[in-house]
């Protein structure tokens, strides 16, 4: 068995918010994740797909070389459609736009009760995804790398999702209920910096650029009052 893996900063925070008896990596690329995931232990059994002819070579060498191929299973095919009903408790999309994942969880015929989701950028969509078909953002944390990137992790519950009580829905949408409940320092960061820039911006930016300056301002407004 080859060594531990590695990960960088966005796939730990993906593998730390992940712990299943089988578990899903969709968009797999060379598999990083589902080695770390058996290697750690927080999963038993991981499904690893991948579309690209490319990736799909790299991660079937890589579960081989690391003595794995009894637990994780390379398959090849677009988002969920290689998964059977069922056959996971949990699944993760890593490292593509909000869009390409909204697409695919809104192609996929069933999904499992508990994804794991890091977007590049945009996590509002996703967010407002969730709070639409039944998901609660059970946790979210930012990770370091070329900018700061979302994890967001979503359980299938009945209710509306408790996160985003007595928030600035707007706010707590773009910026995360979870991280403005806990004045996450990266976020903080991520908000003077909006705030700078869209403020420059503010009398020739037009009303796109207004409307997200005021979610900034109410952001900073709702730390403001628990600080």
Not at 36 to 61: D, N, T, W
Not at 65 to 94: H, K, M, T, W, Y
Not at 168 to 175: N, S
Request: hydrophobic letters at 45%.
């Amino acid at each position: 068995m080859t060594a531990p893996l590695k990960l960088d900063a966005r796939l730990h925070a993906v593998l730390s918010l992940t712990e299943a008896e089988v578990h899903a990596d969709i968009g797999t690329d060379h598999a990083a994740l589902p080695l770390a995931l058996i290697q750690s232990g927080r999963c038993e059994r991981v499904i690893a797909v991948e579309l690209k002819g490319g990736p799909l070579a790299l991660a079937r060498r890589a579960v081989a070389a690391s003595g794995l191929a009894n637990r994780i299973e390379v398959r090849q095919g677009d988002g969920f459609g290689p998964i059977l009903p069922g056959e996971v408790g949990s699944a993760s999309l890593c490292g593509l736009g909000a869009r390409t994942i909204l697409s695919i969880l809104e192609r996929a015929a069933w999904l499992p009760p508990m994804l794991i989701l890091q977007p590049n950028a945009e996590p509002e969509v996703l967010r407002g995804w969730a709070q639409a078909k039944g998901f609660h953002l059970n946790a979210e944390t930012l990770a370091e790398g070329f900018w700061r990137y979302p994890i967001l992790k979503f359980e299938q519950r009945d209710g509306l999702d408790p996160a985003y009580l007595n928030l600035p829905h707007a706010a707590a949408l773009r910026f995360g209920p979870h991280l403005l409940r806990r004045r996450d320092a990266g976020l903080l960061a991520e908000l003077e910096r909006q705030h700078g820039r869209l403020s420059h911006l503010y009398s020739t930016g037009g009303e796109r650029v207004q409307a997200d300056l005021q979610t900034v301002r109410d952001a900073l407004s709702w730390l403001q009052t628990i600080s």
